[in-house]
C-alpha cells in the first residue's frame, strides 16, 4: 500500500442496518460493514484503523494474525488475510446477496461456510495459495442453519457435499441467529428466533459403552435425538438435547453471541456465557448458576424512549469486560463494566450517517463540524480528548435536526447558526440551545463565558410529536413545566435536554437531548432545495432549488438579519448545483447543470438591488462540456474554480488586478490555468485557504470514484511558459472513499482542530504554534455513508 500525503485523523461511519454485520476480533479490534466497505474499529482508542467482517476465532496465531471475512450484497464473498488486511480472493458463486459467513480452520486451510438469498449454502477451502475450493477434511464439521421454518438445521460435511444429519425443532417464528460454543468436551448451539425466545442445544459424543436403558419415569430428563457420524470408515454417535429456553426479551431477539475463549496459563479457556440482542432495545448477559447449572439473567443493558427500533446484532469483548449492539439505523452501542463495580455503564463509541452525506461545513472558528444526510440528520462532530489519554478522537457530540426529509445541504450563519435545506420547498434556521453551548465548552475545554458572549439562546428544544419543527424552550417556560410535571408525563422528556456532559454523549442522548430549536422557516422556492451558501460576514445567505425550467433556477438571497428574501438572481437554465461566496463577500459564484456558471457583484450604493450579474459564461463561451458540479474561490477572492462531469477542472480569474481591489472587467475573466484532466468525473474541488511555502495556490479535488487528489497550481508558471499544475498526490485506497465525493471543505484556519486540547497543559507554547501552522485539514463527505476528516502537512509538498 503506498504511502500517502494525507493522514486520516477521523472517519465518521456507522453499520449497515442489516443483521451478521459487527464481529469483535481477539486483538479487541470490532470489524463492521458501513456501505460498501468494511470498517476496523478500536474501542479503546476511539478511532478507526482500516480495512476488514467476519473474525476467525480459532487462529492458530490468535495473537499475531487476525483472519476476517465479510460478505457483501454482490454475490461474493471476501477473504481477508494478514495484519494489513491485504485481499486474499473473492469468492463466486452466489447470484444474490451475501446474508450470513462463517469460518473455521481445518489443518492449514480456512473452512468457510456462506448463505445468501438465493436460498443457497456454499462452503468455500481457502488458503495462502489463493486458492477456494473444496476439499476433505480429516475431522468432520457440523454447520447449524436457521430458516424461515422456524427451525435449526444440521449438516455434516461429507466429501465435498453438505448432508442433513437433524432437524431441531421448537421455535415458532423465524430463526434470526445460531452460533456455537465448545466447552469442556461438548458443544453449545444457541439459537434465538423472532418468537422472543433463545434455545440452548447441547450436543454431546455418545460412547460405544452407552447402551439404552428403559425409561425410569421417576426421573426427569431432556429428550434426546441421536445421529450418526461416518468418518473414515470410523462411525461416531452424537445426542442433542435442550439444554435450556432463555425467555426475558419482549420482542424479536436478532442475535446471539457467546464470550470469546481467551487463553490462560497458555490454555485456551471457554466460558459459558451468552450475550443476546433483541429488537426491544436491550441486551442480555445469560450464563448458568454455579451449582444448580440453572441458566439465569446476568445483566442487562438498553435504552429507553425515542422512535428507533431495536438492535440486530451484539458482540462481546474477548476479555468480556465490554458489549456492543448494532441498531437499525446503524448506530453501535457500547456498554463497558465498572472494574471497581458490578455496574455497566454506557461507553463512548464511534458514530456517523447511515445513508449518503450529501454536504458538510466547518464552524467559522474550525473547531466542529455539521454535516447533513440523506438519513434526514444533521450531526455536529468536534475533537475531544479522553482523560488520561495523549490522543485527540473525534466524536459526534450533537444531532441538531432529525427531518422526515432527506437532507440536502446546510450552511453556517454565524458560529452556532446554520441553515438547512432538505427535499422540501422550505429552508430552515436553527440557533444553538445553552444547553449545547455549555457542553460543548465542557466537553472540547473552551471557556463557557467565551462562547456565551451574554447572548439570550433558548435552554434547549422539543420536538412535538407530530410536528417537524424543533421548538425553544426558554427558562421561563421550565417553571411552568414542572408545574405540570405531575400531571403530563410526557413533560419529563423537556428535561432530559438539560443534562450536562464531561464526554460524548451515547445515542439515546444524541437522538432525544441535544436537538437545536428552528427559529425560523424561509419559503421561497418552487422545488426542493438544492444547494446554499452564506457569505463571510454572516449577513446573506443564498439558496437554489432543484429546476428544469429558467423560471425555477434564480437564485434567491436572503438576509440574516430579518430572514427575509432581498433578491431574486434569475441567469440559468437548469438546477444550480454549488454555490460560493468569495472571501471578501463581494462575488457570489453559481454553478449550474446548463454546463455555465454566473458571477455576481455586490452593489456599493444603497439604492441598487444588492447584487447584479457582473460575468458569465454561455453556449458559445463555456468550457466544460458536461454538468458543472463544483466550485471555490481562492483565498484572496482573485480567482475561482470549477470542476465538471467532463473530469476537467479549470481556474478562472483573475478577478481584481494585482495588487489592488479593483475589479477587472467582465471580459478578462478567462481561463487562466492549463486545463486539468484529473481521469474521473470531478464531483468536489476547493481551494485551501492557506497558501504554500512558493506562493502557490492548494487544491483538493474529489472524485466520482471516491479518490480525493492534491494539486499546486501556480498562475505565475503558466505565464512564463511552465507547467502550472503540480500533482501533490492524494489519499491512497485504504484512505478513499469508496463511492462519489459530494463535498470537500479546508478548515478555515490553518492548524489541526483539537490540537488546543491536546497541548493545553504543555511547555512551549511558541513552538507549538509554529509547528501546528504548517498543518491544513480538510473535510470530505462522500455517498458512502461516510465523513473524513484529513490532516496534511505543507512542508511536505
Same mark, same amino acid.
Given at each position: 500500500?503506498?504511502?500517502?500525503?494525507?493522514?486520516?485523523?477521523?472517519?465518521?461511519?456507522?453499520?449497515?442496518?442489516?443483521?451478521n454485520?459487527?464481529?469483535?476480533?481477539?486483538?479487541?479490534?470490532?470489524?463492521?460493514?458501513?456501505?460498501?466497505?468494511?470498517?476496523?474499529?478500536? /474501542?479503546?482508542?476511539?478511532r478507526?484503523?482500516?480495512?476488514?467482517?467476519?473474525?476467525?476465532?480459532?487462529?492458530?496465531? !490468535?495473537?499475531?494474525s487476525?483472519?476476517?471475512?465479510?460478505?457483501?450484497?454482490?454475490?461474493?464473498?471476501?477473504?481477508m488475510f +494478514?495484519?494489513q488486511?491485504?485481499?486474499?480472493?473473492? @469468492? #463466486?458463486g452466489?447470484?444474490e446477496?451475501?446474508?450470513?459467513?462463517?469460518s473455521v480452520?481445518?489443518d492449514?486451510?480456512i473452512?468457510?461456510?456462506?448463505?445468501?438469498?438465493?436460498?443457497?449454502?456454499?462452503l468455500? %477451502?481457502?488458503?495462502?495459495?489463493?486458492?477456494?475450493?473444496?476439499?476433505?477434511f480429516?475431522?468432520v464439521?457440523? &454447520?447449524?442453519?436457521?430458516?424461515?421454518d422456524?427451525?435449526?438445521? @444440521?449438516?455434516?460435511?461429507?466429501?465435498?457435499?453438505l448432508?442433513?444429519?437433524?432437524?431441531?425443532?421448537?421455535?415458532?417464528?423465524? $430463526?434470526?441467529?445460531?452460533?456455537w460454543?465448545? *466447552?469442556?468436551g461438548?458443544?453449545?448451539?444457541?439459537?434465538?428466533?423472532q418468537?422472543?425466545?433463545i434455545?440452548?442445544?447441547?450436543?454431546?459424543?455418545?460412547?460405544?459403552?452407552?447402551t439404552?436403558?428403559e425409561d425410569?419415569h421417576?426421573?426427569i430428563?431432556?429428550k434426546e435425538?441421536?445421529?450418526?457420524?461416518?468418518?473414515e470408515? =470410523?462411525?461416531?454417535?452424537?445426542?442433542?438435547?435442550l439444554?435450556?429456553?432463555l425467555a426475558g426479551?419482549?420482542?424479536?431477539?436478532?442475535?446471539v453471541?457467546?464470550?470469546? /475463549?481467551v487463553? #490462560?496459563?497458555?490454555?485456551?479457556q471457554?466460558?459459558?456465557?451468552?450475550?443476546?440482542?433483541?429488537?426491544?432495545?436491550?441486551?442480555?448477559?445469560?450464563a448458568?448458576e454455579?451449582?444448580?447449572?440453572?441458566?439465569?439473567?446476568? $445483566?442487562?443493558?438498553?435504552?429507553?424512549?425515542g422512535?428507533?427500533?431495536g438492535?440486530?446484532?451484539?458482540?462481546?469483548s474477548?476479555d468480556?469486560?465490554?458489549?456492543?449492539?448494532h441498531?437499525?439505523?446503524?448506530?453501535?452501542?457500547?456498554?463497558?463494566?465498572?472494574?471497581?463495580?458490578?455496574?455497566?455503564?454506557?461507553?463512548?463509541?464511534?458514530?456517523?450517517?447511515?445513508k449518503?452525506?450529501?454536504?458538510?461545513s466547518?464552524d467559522p472558528?474550525?473547531e466542529?463540524i &455539521?454535516?447533513?444526510?440523506?438519513?434526514? *440528520?444533521?450531526? @455536529?462532530?468536534?475533537?475531544?480528548?479522553?482523560?488520561?489519554?495523549?490522543q485527540?478522537?473525534?466524536?459526534?457530540?450533537s444531532? /441538531?435536526q432529525?427531518?422526515?426529509?432527506?437532507?440536502q445541504?446546510?450552511?453556517?450563519?454565524?458560529?452556532f447558526?446554520?441553515?438547512?435545506?432538505?427535499?422540501?420547498?422550505? !429552508?430552515?434556521?436553527?440557533?444553538?440551545?445553552?444547553?449545547?453551548v455549555?457542553?460543548f465548552a465542557?466537553?472540547t475545554?473552551?471557556?463557557k463565558?467565551?462562547?456565551l458572549?451574554?447572548?439570550n439562546?433558548?435552554?434547549?428544544?422539543?420536538?412535538?410529536?407530530?410536528g !417537524?419543527?424543533?421548538?425553544? $424552550?426558554?427558562?421561563?417556560n421550565?417553571?411552568g413545566?414542572?408545574?405540570?410535571?405531575?400531571?403530563?408525563?410526557?413533560?419529563?422528556n423537556?428535561?432530559?435536554?438539560?443534562?450536562?456532559?464531561?464526554?460524548?454523549?451515547p445515542?439515546?442522548? &444524541?437522538l432525544?437531548?441535544?436537538?437545536?430549536?428552528?427559529?425560523q422557516?424561509?419559503?421561497?422556492?418552487g422545488?426542493e432545495?438544492?444547494?446554499?451558501?452564506?457569505d463571510?460576514?454572516? =449577513?446573506l445567505?443564498?439558496?437554489?432549488c432543484?429546476?428544469? #425550467?429558467a423560471e425555477?433556477?434564480?437564485?434567491?438571497?436572503w438576509?440574516?438579519?430579518?430572514?427575509?428574501?432581498?433578491q431574486?438572481?434569475?441567469?440559468h *437554465?437548469?438546477?444550480?448545483?454549488?454555490m460560493a461566496?468569495?472571501?471578501?463577500?463581494?462575488?457570489?459564484l453559481?454553478?449550474?447543470r446548463?454546463?455555465?456558471?454566473?458571477?455576481?457583484?455586490?452593489?456599493?450604493?444603497?439604492?441598487?438591488?444588492?447584487?447584479?450579474l457582473?460575468?458569465? =459564461?454561455?453556449?458559445?463561451?463555456?468550457?466544460?462540456?458536461?454538468i458543472?458540479?463544483?466550485c471555490?474561490?481562492s483565498?484572496d +477572492?482573485?480567482?475561482?474554480?470549477t470542476?465538471s462531469?467532463?473530469?476537467?477542472?479549470?481556474?478562472?480569474?483573475?478577478?481584481?488586478?494585482d495588487?489592488?481591489?479593483?475589479?477587472?472587467?467582465?471580459?478578462?475573466?478567462?481561463?487562466?490555468?492549463?486545463?486539468?484532466?484529473?481521469?474521473?468525473s470531478? *464531483?468536489?474541488v476547493?481551494?485551501? /485557504?492557506?497558501?504554500?511555502?512558493?506562493?502557490?495556490?492548494l487544491l483538493?479535488?474529489?472524485?466520482?470514484?471516491?479518490?480525493?487528489?492534491?494539486?499546486?497550481?501556480?498562475?505565475?508558471?503558466?505565464?512564463?511558459g511552465?507547467?502550472?499544475?503540480?500533482?501533490?498526490?492524494?489519499?491512497?485506497?485504504?484512505?478513499?472513499?469508496?463511492l462519489?465525493?459530494?463535498?470537500?471543505?479546508?478548515?478555515?484556519?490553518?492548524?489541526?482542530?483539537?490540537?488546543?486540547i491536546?497541548?493545553?497543559?504543555?511547555?512551549?507554547?511558541?513552538?507549538?504554534? %509554529?509547528?501546528?501552522s504548517?498543518?491544513v485539514?480538510?473535510?470530505?463527505? +462522500?455517498?458512502?455513508?461516510?465523513?473524513?476528516?484529513f490532516?496534511?502537512?505543507?512542508?511536505?509538498l
Open positions: 500500500m503506498s504511502a500517502s500525503i494525507c493522514q486520516a485523523c477521523h472517519v465518521a461511519c456507522c453499520a449497515n442496518g442489516t443483521p454485520v459487527v464481529s469483535w476480533g481477539h486483538g479487541g479490534i470490532i470489524a463492521f460493514g458501513t456501505c460498501s466497505s468494511v470498517a476496523l474499529y478500536d /474501542p479503546k482508542v476511539g478507526l484503523e482500516g480495512g476488514g467482517v467476519r473474525f476467525n476465532l480459532r487462529s492458530p496465531s !490468535l495473537l499475531e487476525i483472519h476476517a471475512l465479510y460478505g457483501v450484497s454482490h454475490g461474493l464473498n471476501r477473504c +494478514s495484519s488486511f491485504a485481499k486474499l480472493m473473492e @469468492l #463466486k452466489h447470484t446477496a451475501v446474508c450470513a459467513v462463517d480452520y481445518m492449514s486451510d473452512l468457510v461456510a456462506s448463505s445468501a438469498s438465493d436460498s443457497s449454502v456454499k468455500w %477451502l481457502c488458503n495462502d495459495r489463493k486458492e477456494g475450493k473444496s476439499s476433505v480429516r475431522t464439521p457440523i &454447520l447449524a442453519c436457521g430458516g424461515d422456524s427451525q435449526v438445521h @444440521l449438516y455434516l460435511l461429507h466429501g465435498e457435499r448432508q442433513k444429519a437433524m432437524t431441531l425443532k421448537g421455535h415458532e417464528d423465524w $430463526v434470526r441467529g445460531v452460533e460454543v465448545s *466447552t469442556r461438548e458443544l453449545l448451539l444457541a439459537s434465538c428466533s418468537d422472543s425466545l434455545r440452548v442445544w447441547r450436543l454431546t459424543a455418545k460412547s460405544s459403552t452407552d439404552p436403558t425410569d421417576a426421573i430428563k431432556m435425538d441421536v445421529f450418526e457420524v461416518d468418518d470408515g =470410523t462411525s461416531s454417535v452424537f445426542s442433542v438435547s439444554e435450556t429456553v426479551h419482549e420482542n424479536w431477539v436478532c442475535g453471541h457467546w464470550q470469546p /475463549p487463553y #490462560k496459563d497458555d490454555e485456551l471457554q466460558s459459558a456465557r451468552l450475550l443476546s440482542a433483541s429488537m426491544d432495545k436491550t441486551m442480555i448477559i445469560w448458568p454455579d451449582g444448580s447449572g440453572v441458566w439465569v439473567e446476568q $445483566v442487562r443493558v438498553g435504552e429507553v424512549g422512535n428507533t427500533l438492535f440486530y446484532g451484539c458482540q462481546m474477548p468480556g469486560s465490554m458489549i456492543v449492539a441498531a437499525f439505523h446503524g448506530a453501535l452501542h457500547l456498554w463497558c463494566k465498572d472494574p471497581n463495580k458490578e455496574d455497566w455503564r454506557p461507553g463512548v463509541v464511534i458514530s456517523g450517517h447511515f449518503a452525506v450529501q454536504d458538510l466547518w472558528e474550525g466542529f &455539521l454535516s447533513v444526510g440523506s438519513d434526514q *440528520t444533521t450531526r @455536529l462532530f468536534t475533537p475531544w480528548k479522553k482523560q488520561g489519554n495523549k485527540v478522537t473525534w466524536h459526534e457530540i444531532r /441538531p432529525i427531518h422526515g426529509y432527506d437532507m445541504c446546510l450552511a453556517m450563519v454565524g458560529r447558526q446554520f441553515v438547512s435545506g432538505a427535499d422540501e420547498k422550505v !429552508l430552515r434556521v436553527f440557533q444553538a440551545p445553552r444547553n449545547f455549555e457542553n465542557n466537553i475545554g473552551t471557556s463565558e467565551k462562547l458572549d451574554s447572548v439562546l433558548p435552554e434547549g428544544a422539543s420536538t412535538p410529536a407530530l !417537524l419543527s424543533n421548538k425553544a $424552550v426558554f427558562q421561563g421550565i417553571s413545566y414542572k408545574i405540570l410535571l405531575h400531571a403530563f408525563c410526557s413533560v419529563i423537556l428535561f432530559i435536554f438539560l443534562n450536562v456532559f464531561t464526554e460524548p454523549p445515542e439515546d442522548h &444524541l432525544q437531548n441535544t436537538l437545536w430549536p428552528e427559529i422557516k424561509l419559503y421561497g422556492h422545488f432545495i438544492f444547494c446554499l451558501a452564506s463571510s460576514t454572516g =449577513t445567505v443564498a439558496s437554489a432543484k429546476a428544469s #425550467k425555477h433556477a434564480a437564485v434567491i438571497l438576509s440574516t438579519s430579518t430572514w427575509r428574501q432581498l431574486m438572481l434569475p441567469y *437554465t437548469l438546477t444550480v448545483t454549488q461566496f468569495s472571501p471578501d463577500a463581494q462575488l457570489l453559481a454553478v449550474s446548463d454546463r455555465t456558471w454566473s458571477l455576481w457583484r455586490r452593489s456599493q450604493e444603497s439604492t441598487e438591488p444588492p447584487f447584479s457582473y460575468a458569465h =459564461t454561455g453556449k458559445e463561451t463555456a468550457m466544460h462540456t458536461r458543472i458540479w463544483s471555490d474561490w483565498p +477572492s482573485k480567482y475561482f474554480v470542476s462531469r467532463d473530469k476537467r477542472v479549470i481556474v478562472w480569474g483573475p478577478c481584481r488586478r495588487g489592488s481591489e479593483e475589479m477587472v472587467p467582465p471580459a478578462d475573466i478567462r481561463p487562466c490555468s492549463t486545463i486539468l484532466d484529473v481521469g474521473n470531478a *464531483t468536489a476547493a481551494f485551501c /485557504p492557506e497558501l504554500c511555502s512558493d506562493n502557490s495556490y483538493a479535488v474529489g472524485l466520482d470514484c471516491g479518490q480525493i487528489l492534491l494539486y499546486r497550481w501556480s498562475p505565475n508558471q503558466k505565464e512564463s511552465g507547467d502550472d499544475w503540480i500533482s501533490c498526490g492524494g489519499t491512497n485506497a485504504s484512505q478513499s472513499h469508496t462519489a465525493v459530494k463535498r470537500l471543505r479546508w478548515r478555515p484556519k490553518a492548524g489541526r482542530a483539537g490540537a488546543q491536546s497541548d493545553k497543559d504543555a511547555e512551549g507554547d511558541r513552538e507549538r504554534e %509554529l509547528e501546528e504548517s498543518w485539514q480538510f473535510a470530505s463527505a +462522500s455517498d458512502d455513508h461516510a465523513v473524513k476528516i490532516s496534511i502537512n505543507k512542508l511536505t
